[in-house]
């Protein structure tokens, strides 16, 4: 360490003009008094110093401190001689100097008193020697060592024999909030800047640090290799990946090499200060990047999971997301499944995941299928709860009738809920015996109950077919009852198709004379030989009843009405003397059906 020096500055630019003492040869010559005390003093140091260390003014010797006080320091200076020099020339941190009884320190004869007594200096021996020392450092690239005396604006003065300033800047390789920490250290330093003439100095510690930091990386990054495994310090967190702090250098760990979890932040994983082991990815001097992985140091979790995980085994985890098709498992690091919207429960209606979990829930699952190519495990809830299926055929067989609530309508359908568990559907056609019912809809409203029959069970589709109509007799059955094949009958035409023209017989309930039966004579438009409303006779040809479907003839009505006109005639020309033409009772039959 250079020598402490006496009071410092406040800046390097504030410095005295005089720093050090004046060429010997360029004083001015002693008056006679001078001459003869220095020839004294030198006689006294002759007695008491080595050989070789008699000074002679301007040449520094080292004397030892033998007394302080507040204001001064008392130095042997030989021959039971004493010299007191003033304490403004030492080193002061705070309120202390920075010197002790016993330390031998340079001073340099500058003159004598008017008292006889040589005149010493601590401060010009130590800036003269500083001088020197510090153009060797700057000229050579050397640091120097030196304390930090006090804070100023900008920075912090130092000691290095000399009073020289540090920036703020270049104290620490990272920002230093408080330079006050540094008051009374010894540190290293470059010198940035170097004043000869003036004896000013610019220090940088931060360049000094760096160089070092920098040798130091470079060694250490000659010892690793790719796939070796180092510990470190977990420094900085970021959303793309961790810096690790390797002790001589940093390095970084990718979001996608923190964790087997795909998307998982790094800060779920790792934490700062945390040591952990790394696996060393790639090393590249020229950069001095270093590539680190923690997940390669486990075992890739899909790689054995058919093994760990077989389908049916239940497993416990942590819901960490939901969706609105279903939630996402936890299983452990690298595994999360997921439970479909329709796995949840066997309870029937439009359920949502959330109806059942939330995130940060620990669950139980029952493992369903494995995908170890696209890495998907499909996880139920349901499936540790008992199959309502199992026995639904007993509980709702066909033919059976039940009560239920309407769970949701559509334009083709109403879904029933007959339990908790099983729902069925009542398809538009089954609602009503009235064809003109087309939706679903307005028919019923979510949350009436209603009354259905079992029409149907599908118990490997899970679905169970219900009707509402067939509650009640069918206007079909109920008119045929009456009006067997065979039966003249009596409607209204109510509209027309290419084929034929379709008439009402009861309310509800059509039947189709086909285009062909309409008259006796061949009919081109169905709308040619009929008008809508109209009031026609027919007969009943067929009928299909799974299809509720009557087939209608006007020709053969005619024909049958014609036959029983012929056969009404003939009777009463038996009977009657005079009688009726054939016409007439062709018109009689006519109007006796149509009062009827």
Do not use: C
Not at 40 to 66: K, M, N, T
Not at 430 to 447: C, I, Q
Not at 467 to 486: C, I, N, R, W
Request: charged residues 30%; glycine residues 8%; aromatic residues 6%.
């Amino acid at each position: 360490m250079v020598p402490e020096t006496g009071r410092p500055n406040d800046h390097p630019e504030e410095a005295p003009e005089e720093q050090f003492d004046q060429d010997p040869s360029q004083q001015e010559p002693l008056d006679e008094e001078d001459a003869a005390l220095e020839r004294e003093f030198s006689a006294l140091l002759d007695e008491h110093l080595p050989s070789g260390q008699q000074p002679r003014r301007g040449e520094i010797v080292y004397v030892p401190v033998v007394g302080i006080s507040e204001d001064s320091v008392l130095v042997d200076v030989g021959g039971k001689s004493e010299a007191r020099l003033p304490a403004e020339e030492f080193v002061k941190v705070g309120d202390q100097l920075q010197v002790r009884v016993g330390d031998q320190i340079p001073v340099l004869q500058t003159s004598g008193g008017k008292e006889g007594t040589p005149r010493l200096s601590h401060r010009r021996a130590r800036q003269r020697i500083a001088q020197e020392a510090v153009k060797q450092a700057h000229d050579e690239g050397l640091p120097v060592r030196g304390v930090v005396t006090r804070v100023v604006k900008g920075g912090a003065m130092v000691d290095i024999g000399l009073d020289a300033f540090m920036p703020a800047s270049q104290v620490d390789l990272f920002k230093v909030p408080d330079l006050k920490s540094f008051m009374g250290q010894e540190v290293e330093a470059d010198i940035l800047e170097f004043d000869e003439q003036r004896g000013r100095a610019v220090l940088s510690r931060r360049r000094l640090l760096f160089k070092r930091q920098e040798a130091k990386r470079a060694e250490f990054l000659k010892t690793l290799e790719p796939g070796s495994t180092v510990t470190g310090k977990v420094k900085n967190i970021l959303d793309f990946g961790v810096f690790v702090d390797l002790g001589e250098v940093d390095g970084f760990v990718p979001r996608e090499e923190v964790s087997w979890d795909r998307g998982k932040a790094p800060a779920e994983a790792l934490e700062a200060g945390q040591e952990v082991e790394l696996k060393i990815l790639n090393v590249s001097p020229e950069s001095g990047k270093i590539t680190l992985s923690r997940r390669r140091l486990r075992e890739n979790p899909w790689d054995t999971i058919d093994e760990r995980y077989p389908p049916g085994q239940t497993v416990t985890g942590t819901v960490v997301a939901i969706e609105p098709y279903g939630a996402f498992i936890h299983i452990e690091e690298g595994i999360t499944g997921m439970v479909h919207a329709s796995d949840m429960s066997w309870a029937s209606g439009n359920k949502k995941p959330e109806d059942f979990v939330k995130v940060g829930d620990q669950v139980t699952s029952q493992i369903i299928d494995i995908d170890r190519q696209r890495r998907r495990l499909s996880l139920g809830f349901k499936q540790l709860q008992r199959d309502p299926w199992t026995d639904v055929k007993e509980r709702f067989p066909e033919g059976s009738r039940h009560k239920g609530t309407v769970s949701s309508t559509t334009a083709y359908g109403v879904f029933v809920k007959l339990d908790e568990y099983v729902e069925g559907m009542v398809h538009v056609s089954d609602l009503s015996w009235d064809r003109s019912v087309r939706s679903a809809k307005n028919f019923v409203e979510p949350g009436q109950e209603v009354e259905v029959v079992v029409l149907g069970l599908d118990d490997q589709k899970r679905r169970i077919s219900l009707g509402m109509k067939q509650l009640t007799d069918s206007p079909f059955d109920a008119y045929m009852k009456e009006h067997p094949v065979g039966s003249l009958v009596t409607g209204k035409v109510t509209r027309f198709a290419p084929f034929g023209a379709f008439v009402e017989l009861a309310p509800g309930l059509e039947g189709l004379i086909h285009i062909s039966q309409i008259d006796v004579k061949r009919v081109e438009l169905p709308e040619k030989a009929l008008s809508p409303g109209e009031e026609v006779t027919v007969k009943i040809v067929d009928t299909n009843r799974n299809q509720q479907k009557i087939s209608l003839s006007r020709k053969e009505a005619m024909r049958q009405q014609e036959k029983e006109v012929s056969r009404q005639y003939m009777k009463s020309q038996d009977t009657t003397s005079g009688g009726m033409s054939l016409g007439d009772a062709l018109r009689e039959a006519q109007k006796k059906q149509e009062s009827d």
